[in-house]
Structures are given as structure tokens and as C-alpha cells.
């Protein structure tokens, strides 16, 4: 019998998720687990391999060769791919729009699945991503769909660019974060979807503290 706690926070690119799900993991004592750093790491190592991440023949033949791993370092979670920490790598514009393509081939969401699962199984969780609820972790105790509207999810990722100091322009984030809600929602494996039991949150008109009040009062309830 597992006396993890998994909660699960889904929802479109730029929502918030992990801002949020890295705070209500560290007020809880779970990990957190960025699943978007998977399919964004396959996305580098295709694009690196100088591979076309929208086609499968291109992207499945380098999976089994394939060492992708997260690790903890004081609490924050790394990607490593072979070795590598790739964790700043997978940050740019590029990097998503590869990961949001190689996240559409079904092969590429069963390679990934079981080691999901297991860190769940393992670890009481805070797992943010597209299907966790719906696919990934269909018994957690807590589902949350984060979302806002596009302009809003544009804004805070523009700004997040500027802050690291990642070339961006706003209409080309807004561009980028609509045509990934399409890819996302229209794919045949896993679309992002709000699960049937997910509380949904819409942080448009929320400050931060607000969305992670919130949510902490649904996992004390739960978990
Ligand atoms: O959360 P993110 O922006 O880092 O995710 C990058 C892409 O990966 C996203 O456009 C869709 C895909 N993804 C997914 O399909 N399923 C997940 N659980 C997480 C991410």
C-alpha cells in the first residue's frame, strides 16, 4: 500500500504551472516534477542530431539510445540527457515549439510514461504537465487544471524571456503559445483536456499568492 499523495497541476503552455507547482511542492514536502522537461529534452536531442521533430521516422530511431534523467539538486529538478545538464538548454522558444512536435508522436509519450509513474509511486508528487490527470496519473488525489487567457500566459512568458535574457518579441510569444495550444489540444494521444475531476483554476485576474492559496486549500483537504 503507497502512502504517496500525487497531485497533478495541467493545463496550456505558460499558465503558471510550474511557478505554482514548485511552491505548493515546497510548502508540502513533495517533489516537483516538470514533465515538460522530458519532451522538451527529446526535443533538443533531435534538434541537435539535426533531426525534423514533427516526424516520427526522424525522432524514434534516437529514443533508445536516449539517457534522459531527472535529478534533484537541493530540492530543484535537473534534466540531464547523457550526462549533460541540459536544464538551461531546453528554456528557448525553439526548445518548445520542438518539445510541443515530439510530444504529438505516441511512441515518444510511451517511452516517457513509465518513468512518470514511477517517481509517482515513489515519491509523493506535485507533477505538472498536459496529461497527468487525464493520463499520467488517473487516481491522483489532487487534479488541478491551471489555465488564462493566451494574452495573459503571452505576457508572463515574455517577461520570464526578458528576465533570463532570451531574445523574444511579445507577438511572437503570443504567435508561438497559440500555435502550441493547438498542437497540444488537437493531438490524437493524450490532448491536453481538463479531466472530468480536475478542479479548474483560472489564474487570469489572480495574483500568484491567490492561485497558490487556493490550490494549497484543496490539497489540505486531500492529501
Ligand atoms: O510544460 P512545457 O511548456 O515545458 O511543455 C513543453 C511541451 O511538451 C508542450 O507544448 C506539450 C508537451 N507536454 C506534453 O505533451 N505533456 C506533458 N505532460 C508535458 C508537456
Redesign the pocket.
Known sequence: MSNTCAIAIDGP?AAG?STIARRIAGEFGFLYV????L??AIGLAAVRRGKNPKLPQEVLPILPGLELKLAYVDGVQRVFLGGEDVSEAIRTPEM?MA??AV?AIPEVRAFLLGYQRELARTHSVVM?????GTVILPEAKVKIFLTATPERRAARRYQEYLQKGVPAEYDQVLKEILE?DA??ISRETAPLRQAEDAVLVDSSDMTLEEAVRAIKAIVRERC
Open positions: 503552455s504551472k516538470d514533465t515538460g522537461a519532451y522538451r518548445s518539445a510541443s510530444s505538472d504537465g498536459r496529461d497527468i502550441r498542437n497540444d
